[in-house]
């Protein structure tokens, strides 16, 4: 149990367009949901948390308007990257939480390595 | 204010034991760890929440200390599965939901033969 997939593993996009990016809780309903940033041999900063059916909240930082998170279902959140640049390339993660999960463990996707050209 | 972890990275020899250490300067509720592989998501290893009690998991176990708000994760007779990156996240509030966790600095561990 516990599974959670992200889609897509891997995009190029080029400099300027947007990126949408699927979080899927797989086995079970994510009544939370966390996006987070991480450079190359780099810590997991968090982005942002998403609640379902209510506005994210935005860490300090980052830019709400160019990083659109929607979480319109119990198992499924986007990340929306908009008119990427280049600095935007980093390995984004999410996870997934639910009151059901002794003490709130979170379970985190695979990962998508988005790299802006 | 990001946790502060130790050592910064550490190789071993299969068999070996190693402790990882995370140092938080807030209060905590509790201490999340995982274990990451290079391009993979963190995998959740345990769990530790205010009380100071230790968990353990077959050879990986975890102790949590709240009034030095530190943590530490005990490896023995570490196998070649057990390289990665190793994080802690910590959690310093109990909102009813789930709540936020900050990741520590990271400890790259590496197990050779």
């Known amino acids: 149990g516990a599974v959670v997939s992200q889609h897509p593993s891997r995009v190029i996009c080029k400099s300027g367009t947007s990126v949408k990016i699927e979080c899927r809780s797989l086995d079970f309903q994510a009544t939370t949901m966390f996006w987070y940033r991480q450079f190359p041999k780099q810590s997991l900063m968090l982005m942002a948390t998403s609640n379902e059916g209510s506005k994210a909240t935005y860490e300090q930082g980052v830019e709400k308007d160019k990083f659109l998170i929607n979480h319109a279902s119990l198992t499924l959140s986007t990340l929306t990257v908009t008119s990427a640049h280049p600095e935007d390339s980093s390995f984004y993660i999410c996870?997934?939480?639910?009151?059901?999960?002794?003490?709130?463990?979170?379970?985190f996707g695979p990962g998508t390595r988005l790299t802006v050209t | 204010q990001q946790p502060v972890q130790s050592p910064q990275a550490v190789i071993l020899r299969e068999g070996e034991d190693a402790v990882i250490n995370c140092s938080s300067s807030?209060?905590?509720?509790?201490v999340h760890w995982y274990r990451q592989k290079h391009g993979e998501a963190p995998v959740f290893l345990m769990i530790l929440l205010k009380g100071g009690e230790q968990k353990g998991h077959e050879k990986i176990s975890a102790s949590f200390n709240e009034k030095k708000q530190q943590s530490s994760l005990y490896l023995t007779a570490s196998q070649l599965s057990y390289s990665g990156t190793y994080f802690c996240?910590?959690?310093?509030?109990?909102?009813?939901?789930?709540?936020?966790?900050?990741f520590g600095t990271g400890t790259r561990l590496q197990v050779t033969l």
């Open positions: 807030k209060a905590l509720y509790s």
């Open positions: 996870s997934a939480s639910t009151p059901s999960f002794s003490s709130y463990e979170q379970y």
């Open positions: 996240g910590t959690e310093i509030e109990l909102s009813g939901t789930a709540s936020k966790l900050t």
